[in-house]
T-cell receptor
């Protein structure tokens, strides 16, 4: 069964450093998402992406964050200058449909630790 | 602001018990409600409910949506230790694609 994959599984970085989290969505899906889950808290939406542009973003997704689909398979989340409060599990998800309401399928996550 | 509330937050049962997990929502322009199971890491999709009163079923799991009372329930019959997980519900609006998640229900099934 096709699945969303994410690399790395765990990333440790120093405050102020840039990190890039990578995701390979399910191959025939058209809509891509990033969510995060701070330890002990709810899963929170960050951004959705369709047709090579951001379709929706949350208040969390400020200028420090960016997303890109550099080729036909990868989808990346970049955090330009990490802060301690960026420490969280970051989930990538993909969906065959967006506004039509298809279910979103999640990857295993990248645990980001900012020291 | 959209809001999803789950109850109970934690539940401990014995194998063979039946459990009911609750999810209520306040979402502007509600479209669908989704249930996920989260074990070690990734939330795994279980059900998506869009229409009121139509039960969705998969093995021992079933779910139903009540759009008048703004809630959904997830039932698990004859629970097994492998059902131990966090169960998440999430709502989505018609005007967007973001999922708004509840806090989750931590289910522990003891042998």
């Amino acid at each position: 069964e096709p699945e969303v994959t994410q690399t790395p599984s765990h990333q440790v970085t120093q405050m102020g450093q840039e990190v890039i989290l990578r995701c390979v969505p399910i191959s025939n899906h058209l809509y891509f998402y990033w969510y995060r889950q701070i330890l002990g808290q709810k899963v929170e939406f960050l951004v959705s992406f369709y047709n090579n542009e951001i379709s929706e973003k949350s208040e969390i997704f400020d200028d420090q964050f960016s997303v890109e689909r550099p080729d036909g398979s990868n989808f990346t989340l970049k955090i330009r200058s990490t802060k301690l409060e960026d420490s969280a599990m970051y989930f990538c998800a993909s969906s065959p449909f967006g506004l039509a309401g298809g279910a979103q399928y999640f990857g295993p996550g990248t645990r980001l630790t900012v020291l | 602001e959209d809001k999803v509330v789950q109850s109970p937050l934690s539940l401990v049962v014995h194998e063979g018990d039946t459990v009911t997990l609750n999810c209520s929502y306040e979402v502007t322009n509600f479209r669908s409600l989704l249930w996920y199971k989260q074990e070690k890491k990734a939330p795994t999709f279980l059900f998506m409910l869009t229409s009121s009163g139509i039960e969705k079923k998969s093995g021992r799991l079933s779910s139903i949506l009540d759009k008048k009372e703004l809630f959904s329930i997830l039932n698990i019959t004859a629970t097994q230790t492998g059902d131990s997980a966090i169960y998440l519900c999430a709502a989505v609006e018609t005007s967007g694609s973001r999922l708004t998640f509840g806090e989750g229900t931590q289910l522990t099934v003891n042998p």
